[in-house]
């Protein structure tokens, strides 16, 4: 029982590969998180849709239609959070130990989170906007539009997750874990255009939700799935998430090495 | 091989935020044998092994697991060492086949390989019948198993144990036990922590007491034993007149009497003498009431070797003994 002489390149590539299997196999066995995932955000859909929706007025586009953006990045941003989740889940439970002790390249561990929570994401999109449509929601994007918003969106979860497993990696606790990524996704997604116009908010809090990144993103999301005006907003979002991914993951890096030595 | 010490640790220093840890450690485990380190929560045992396999960084001295640096070598010490934490450090949600398979992936076996050994140590640890259930709904005697074999799968001809029976049922530590003693018959070379000197005399071949950060005794099971003193058979009598008779009668070396409370210590090497020792006060006519043994205990070990209680413990179970009021007088 040897273990095979591979190039340090190939090992990489196994180790990630496995620790992703590891990862997305959660998915499906850690049903609570996943339904913890869905309900809320339809939960959320609902709320604004049939209680809040009728006092608000979004001009030209019905409010469902311009609901839809908004709950689909929020969905998304929490949803990324669960990599902080299940990173400080790791490394409590002394799994991360074990990997360490192990001549495995280590890094591959937060790999194989921040790509299960993605496919995590996309399946909770997917109902989201299942049940948007039973409720209402009527997009007009062409499959292009549908494809550079899956992009965008994927960036975005991408960047959110990797500043997740910073958390994780900051948080001595699971508890606190949980009011961390709460205290940091609750004003970014409600401080924004997600659910009602910005125009109606006083004068600092407008001007922090016209320019923050998640009402960029939601905007250009709005703009590609039901045609508002898409102005700049799209190449603001992408510029964003790509920079917080670039300084994220050596960041992560650098504090996972630094763990416990 | 480079000498016949699998594990040299020399003069071992670790500090956090100024708390010094271990304050120059020293100790060699020969190849093939088992070493224990024995100590109360604190001591710094945990320490010891998190710097052994890599996973902490010494501020000072020397530290060799077969023959390589664990600083400048660690890949090469990851290669030959398996780790059993305090906390069984298994998958929750995957299968006992599935955390198994996964170890032999990440040791860089073959996936066929990686089955194969699966296989092997689910049967080896009594584990096959659950091999297709989530490790969450496995008894906690169970995902220790669990967790030995995960270190074992590239068969690594070391081991660092740490604490693996603490809180387990006395069916499963017996299981342990079994499991460890064959590991080390089958010729790997074991460290193991424990709070349990009964443990570190089953088990092991030497014995190194530790207590703040340093090593203060070591020798076998039997050299240590033989400075704390032996068991001793602790007889109350039914007549308190039949005193003196009953300490002649014996006729051994170390025997206490105690009047006011009617009873009779002696030091005993077998369990046989308790027999003699009972035989030989009914043919003097002698009625014993109650009889206990007092077996040699960590705390005993420390209170020779330090002249005092092991420290570290949690202040809740000393201010628990100090409300015994008087304090209880040593039996010997």
């Given at each position: 029982?040897q273990p095979v002489?591979?190039s340090?390149a190939?090992?990489?590539?196994?180790?990630?590969?496995?620790l992703i299997?590891?990862?997305w196999k959660h998915i499906?066995?850690?049903i609570?998180q996943?339904?913890?995932?869905?309900l809320q955000p339809l939960?959320f859909m609902?709320?604004?849709?049939?209680?809040?929706g009728g006092?608000?007025d979004?001009?030209p586009v019905?409010y469902?239609?311009y609901?839809?953006?908004?709950?689909i990045v929020?969905t998304?941003?929490?949803g990324a959070?669960?990599?902080?989740?299940?990173?400080?889940l790791?490394?409590?439970?002394?799994?991360v130990d074990r990997?360490?002790s192990?001549p495995m390249s280590?890094?591959?561990?937060?790999?194989?989170?921040v790509t299960?929570?993605l496919?995590r994401?996309m399946?909770?999109?997917?109902?989201?906007?299942l049940?948007g449509?039973?409720?209402g929601?009527?997009?007009?994007?062409t499959?292009?539009e549908?494809?550079?918003?899956a992009?965008?969106?994927l960036?975005f979860t991408?960047a959110i997750s990797?500043?997740s497993?910073?958390l994780?990696?900051?948080?001595?606790?699971?508890e606190a874990?949980m009011w961390i990524?709460?205290?940091?996704?609750?004003?970014?997604?409600f401080?924004s255009s997600a659910?009602?116009?910005?125009?109606?908010?006083?004068?600092v809090l407008?001007?922090f939700a016209?320019?923050?990144?998640?009402?960029?993103?939601?905007?250009?999301l709005?703009?590609?799935?039901?045609g508002?005006?898409?102005?700049?907003?799209?190449?603001?979002?992408l510029?964003?998430?790509?920079i917080?991914?670039?300084?994220?993951?050596?960041v992560c890096?650098?504090?996972?090495?630094r763990y416990?030595? | 091989m480079?000498?016949t010490?699998a594990i040299?640790?020399?003069?071992?220093v670790?500090?956090?935020?100024?708390v010094?840890v271990?304050?120059g450690?020293?100790f060699?485990?020969?190849?093939?044998?088992m070493l224990a380190?024995?100590?109360?929560?604190?001591?710094?045992?945990?320490?010891?092994?998190?710097?052994?396999?890599t996973l902490l960084?010494?501020?000072?001295?020397?530290?060799?697991v077969?023959?390589?640096?664990?600083v400048?070598e660690?890949d090469?010490?990851?290669a030959?060492?398996?780790?059993?934490?305090?906390?069984?450090?298994?998958?929750?949600?995957?299968t006992?086949r599935?955390?198994?398979?996964?170890?032999g992936?990440?040791?860089?076996?073959?996936?066929?390989d990686?089955r194969?050994?699966?296989?092997e140590l689910?049967?080896?640890?009594?584990l096959a019948?659950?091999?297709?259930r989530?490790s969450?709904t496995?008894s906690g005697?169970m995902?220790r198993r669990?967790d030995?074999a995960a270190?074992l799968?590239a068969a690594p001809?070391?081991?660092?144990?740490?604490?693996?029976?603490?809180?387990l049922d006395?069916?499963?530590?017996l299981m342990m036990?079994?499991?460890?003693?064959k590991?080390l018959?089958?010729?790997?070379?074991i460290l193991l922590?424990?709070?349990?000197?009964e443990?570190a005399d089953k088990?092991?071949?030497?014995?190194?007491?530790?207590?703040r950060g340093?090593?203060?005794?070591e020798?076998?099971?039997a050299?240590l034993?033989?400075?704390?003193g032996?068991d001793?058979?602790?007889?109350t009598l039914?007549?308190e007149?039949?005193l003196?008779?009953a300490g002649?009668?014996?006729?051994?070396?170390d025997?206490?009497?105690r009047?006011?409370e009617?009873s009779v210590?002696?030091?005993?090497?077998?369990?046989e003498?308790?027999?003699?020792?009972?035989?030989?006060l009914?043919n003097a006519?002698?009625t014993?009431?109650?009889l206990?043994?007092?077996?040699?205990?960590l705390?005993d070990?420390?209170?020779q070797?330090?002249?005092r209680?092991p420290?570290?413990r949690?202040?809740?179970?000393?201010?628990?003994?100090?409300?015994?009021?008087?304090?209880?007088?040593?039996?010997r």
């Amino acid at each position: 029982m040897q273990p095979v002489r591979h190039s340090p390149a190939y090992w990489f590539l196994s180790d990630a590969w496995v620790l992703i299997v590891r990862s997305w196999k959660h998915i499906f066995k850690n049903i609570d998180q996943m339904l913890s995932l869905v309900l809320q955000p339809l939960m959320f859909m609902l709320l604004f849709r049939y209680i809040f929706g009728g006092a608000i007025d979004t001009g030209p586009v019905s409010y469902v239609n311009y609901l839809m953006a908004g709950i689909i990045v929020q969905t998304a941003a929490f949803g990324a959070t669960t990599t902080s989740m299940n990173v400080a889940l790791d490394l409590k439970r002394g799994i991360v130990d074990r990997f360490r002790s192990l001549p495995m390249s280590n890094a591959t561990l937060l790999i194989g989170h921040v790509t299960a929570d993605l496919a995590r994401n996309m399946i909770s999109t997917a109902v989201m906007i299942l049940v948007g449509l039973l409720v209402g929601f009527r997009p007009n994007a062409t499959a292009y539009e549908w494809l550079v918003a899956a992009g965008l969106l994927l960036t975005f979860t991408f960047a959110i997750s990797w500043l997740s497993a910073i958390l994780g990696l900051l948080a001595r606790t699971v508890e606190a874990v949980m009011w961390i990524s709460f205290m940091l996704i609750f004003p970014l997604t409600f401080a924004s255009s997600a659910f009602v116009p910005t125009s109606g908010m006083p004068f600092v809090l407008r001007v922090f939700a016209e320019n923050q990144p998640v009402t960029h993103t939601i905007e250009a999301l709005r703009a590609l799935t039901v045609g508002t005006p898409m102005g700049n907003h799209g190449w603001i979002a992408l510029v964003w998430w790509i920079i917080v991914t670039l300084v994220s993951i050596p960041v992560c890096g650098w504090m996972f090495r630094r763990y416990s030595s | 091989m480079p000498g016949t010490d699998a594990i040299v640790v020399r003069s071992l220093v670790k500090s956090f935020k100024k708390v010094n840890v271990l304050e120059g450690i020293t100790f060699s485990v020969p190849r093939g044998t088992m070493l224990a380190l024995l100590g109360p929560n604190g001591a710094g045992k945990t320490t010891t092994i998190r710097i052994l396999s890599t996973l902490l960084r010494p501020d000072g001295g020397e530290v060799r697991v077969n023959g390589f640096d664990v600083v400048r070598e660690a890949d090469a010490v990851r290669a030959v060492i398996g780790l059993t934490g305090q906390y069984a450090a298994v998958d929750e949600y995957l299968t006992g086949r599935e955390n198994l398979e996964m170890m032999g992936r990440l040791y860089h076996l073959s996936a066929a390989d990686s089955r194969r050994r699966a296989t092997e140590l689910l049967e080896q640890f009594d584990l096959a019948d659950a091999a297709k259930r989530a490790s969450k709904t496995y008894s906690g005697g169970m995902r220790r198993r669990l967790d030995l074999a995960a270190s074992l799968v590239a068969a690594p001809p070391i081991l660092f144990l740490d604490e693996p029976t603490t809180g387990l049922d006395p069916r499963s530590r017996l299981m342990m036990w079994d499991v460890i003693g064959k590991l080390l018959h089958d010729g790997a070379t074991i460290l193991l922590t424990t709070q349990y000197l009964e443990e570190a005399d089953k088990l092991a071949n030497r014995i190194a007491v530790m207590d703040r950060g340093r090593v203060i005794a070591e020798g076998t099971a039997a050299e240590l034993k033989s400075k704390v003193g032996k068991d001793r058979l602790e007889l109350t009598l039914e007549r308190e007149n039949d005193l003196e008779r009953a300490g002649t009668s014996i006729e051994r070396a170390d025997v206490t009497l105690r009047t006011e409370e009617r009873s009779v210590s002696v030091a005993i090497d077998r369990v046989e003498d308790v027999q003699h020792i009972l035989n030989r006060l009914e043919n003097a006519g002698i009625t014993v009431a109650g009889l206990s043994l007092h077996k040699p205990t960590l705390d005993d070990v420390f209170l020779q070797l330090t002249g005092r209680e092991p420290a570290g413990r949690s202040t809740a179970s000393r201010q628990a003994e100090e409300k015994k009021e008087p304090a209880p007088v040593p039996t010997r």
